[in-house]
Nanobody, 114 residues
Framework: VQLVESGGGLVQPGGSLRLSCVAS????????MAWYRQVPGNQREFVAS???????NYADSVKGRFTISRHSTRSTAYLQMNSLKPEDTGVYYC?????????WGKGTLVTVSS
């Protein structure tokens, strides 16, 4: 299974980015998709997840600012990030759950800085 994340980059505080994650799986084989992030020296932390077509969950630190969604017919997930803060900086990883197994992408770097 391959996952490819895209959409990261440098943005000023208060700005927005949209991340995408494309998995080489049928949507029928995908139970859930999620985003995590990691700053060097810290543990990887949960950001948001979507299970089924639209059941979502968010870390408290991103509620009201980030929105996760998934494509209805493809194993693709999106993370719309608004009102970005410097503390949102990190490498963002996509995770797919399929038949009880986890699959991870290689990550995309998000830097929030003026």
């Amino acid at each position: 299974v391959q996952l490819v994340e895209s959409g990261g980059g440098l943005v000023q505080p208060g700005g927005s980015l949209r991340l995408s994650c494309v998995a080489s799986l049928s949507v029928l084989d995908t139970d859930a998709m999620a985003w995590y992030r990691q700053v060097p020296g810290n543990q990887r932390e949960f950001v948001a997840s979507v299970t089924g077509p639209s059941s979502t969950n968010y870390a408290d630190s991103v509620k009201g600012r980030f929105t996760i969604s998934r494509h209805s017919t493809r194993s693709t997930a999106y993370l719309q990030m608004n009102s970005l803060k410097p503390e949102d900086t990190g490498v963002y990883y996509c995770k797919v759950m399929s038949y009880g197994m986890e699959h991870w992408g290689k990550g995309t770097l998000v830097t929030v800085s003026s």
